[in-house]
Every structure is written in structure tokens, then in C-alpha cells.
């Protein structure tokens, strides 16, 4: 199975600030790489696929980037409706595996 | 507006056995693979199963194979999740996700819970 890791688990933040969080694939998953936010209570919702590519509605302040082992996923001017967990997710082999997720609090 | 309703959880002793239902709207539901996903109290996603458009294909987690059956019935527009000798760490938020070409999970249902205690 290919282990995904997430850094940092848990980051304090302000309004405002440049958000990163990087995921790491314990083997080469070239850019099959997808971001989820979920909000507590709240089913996750998808952010970006394909390391890169803004799904459909999701503000331009998110952005992703990386390919092979190591990606990441930056918000550019953190908002006060972006206070979530983050999870990575591989789409390159079966069993489907997900990062541990990354907590984005104020 | 693609929309999907998960049904079916419950409190249910261990060895026990649930049907999961997830009612799908508002896309072409045979066109899509399916999966379920889930997610322990306060821990991390856990992708469980998925299935093909015409039900060709099915593939399962390690961590449930032999337990756990994905089915799914086009003309109903319903995806269901047969869980069988269920155990303590089957306890989770189990939620149906609409899987794309690229395998990734672009809609969710809001996910029903599965309690397992005697």
C-alpha cells in the first residue's frame, strides 16, 4: 500500500496568512494527487485533483503543486471559512490511501 | 446538482450486520463508479470499497474483505454497502462518494454512522 504522509498535523494560523501544508507519498504517484477540506460535522469536500487543478467553484486562494513523491497545498491569504482539516489522497493504485490530515485553526 | 443520501446506520452488536443505502440524484448514476469511504470518531478518512458503472468491477479495503459487500442497482439510482461480522474498529461515519475517471471523490453524501458495542 503507498503510506501518505501530511506535515504538519495541526498548525495556529491568523487571517491573512499564507497557509502550506505538504504530503508525501511513500513511493512515486507522478500527479495523482487530490486535496480535500472538512469542515467538523461536515462530509470532506474535494479542493483539488490531479496535484494541481482547482475543482470547479473552490476560491483561487487554494492552489496545489508537486508531482512524484512530494506535494503541497497552499492557501494564499488564509479566511476565516478556511478553518478545516486537510487531507491528501492518492489516486495512483489501489488501496485508495489518505494522509493523516492537517488541522488549520486561528 | 449531483446529491447523495446515505441510510442505514445504527447501533448494532458486535458479529451483527447492517445494509447501507446511499440515494443518489441530480447525475447520471450508471454512468459513474461508486465508493464508500469512512471515518472513525475523531481519526482520518479510510477509503472501504468501490464500485464500476455496471457493476463489473468491485474492490474492497484489506480491512474488510470477506465482511463487506458493495453492490449497487442503476435502475434505482442506489449504491449499498452490505456490512456483515462487524467488529468494534468497524465503527465509523460510512460515506458514499461519487468516484471519477481519475479516482478521485468529487461529491459526498453528509454519511450515516455505524455504532458496533455491545
Known amino acids: 500500500d503507498i503510506q501518505m504522509t501530511q506535515s504538519p498535523s495541526s498548525l495556529s494560523t491568523s487571517v491573512g496568512d499564507r497557509v502550506t501544508i505538504t504530503c508525501r507519498a511513500s513511493q512515486s504517484i507522478a500527479s495523482y494527487l487530490n486535496w480535500y477540506q472538512q469542515k467538523p460535522g461536515k462530509a470532506p469536500k474535494l479542493l483539488i485533483y490531479?496535484?494541481?487543478s482547482l475543482q470547479s467553484g473552490v476560491p483561487s486562494r487554494f492552489s496545489g503543486s508537486g508531482s512524484g513523491t512530494d506535494f503541497t497545498l497552499t492557501i494564499s491569504s488564509l479566511q476565516p471559512e478556511d478553518i478545516a482539516t486537510y487531507y491528501c489522497?492518492?489516486?495512483?493504485?489501489?488501496?485508495?490511501?489518505f494522509g493523516q490530515g492537517s488541522k488549520v485553526e486561528i | 446538482q449531483v446529491h447523495l443520501v446515505e441510510s442505514g446506520g445504527g447501533l448494532v452488536k458486535p458479529g451483527g450486520s447492517l445494509r447501507l443505502s446511499c440515494a443518489a440524484s441530480?447525475?447520471?448514476?450508471?454512468?459513474?463508479?461508486m465508493t464508500w469511504i469512512r471515518q472513525a470518531p475523531g481519526k482520518g478518512l479510510e477509503w472501504v470499497s468501490y464500485?464500476?458503472?455496471?457493476?463489473?468491477?468491485?474492490n474492497y479495503a484489506d480491512s474488510v474483505k470477506g465482511r463487506f459487500t458493495i453492490s449497487r442497482d442503476n435502475a434505482q439510482n442506489s449504491l449499498y454497502l452490505q456490512v456483515n461480522s462487524l467488529r468494534a474498529e468497524d465503527t465509523a461515519v460510512y460515506y458514499c462518494?461519487?468516484?471519477?475517471?481519475?479516482?478521485?471523490?468529487?461529491?459526498w453524501g453528509q454519511g450515516t454512522l455505524v455504532t458496533v458495542s455491545s
Open positions: 489522497q492518492q489516486s495512483y493504485s489501489t488501496p485508495w490511501t
Open positions: 462518494a461519487r468516484q471519477t475517471g481519475d479516482n478521485y471523490f468529487d461529491s
Open positions: 464500485i464500476s458503472s455496471s457493476s463489473t468491477y468491485t
Open positions: 441530480g447525475f447520471s448514476f450508471s454512468d459513474y463508479y
Open positions: 490531479a496535484a494541481s
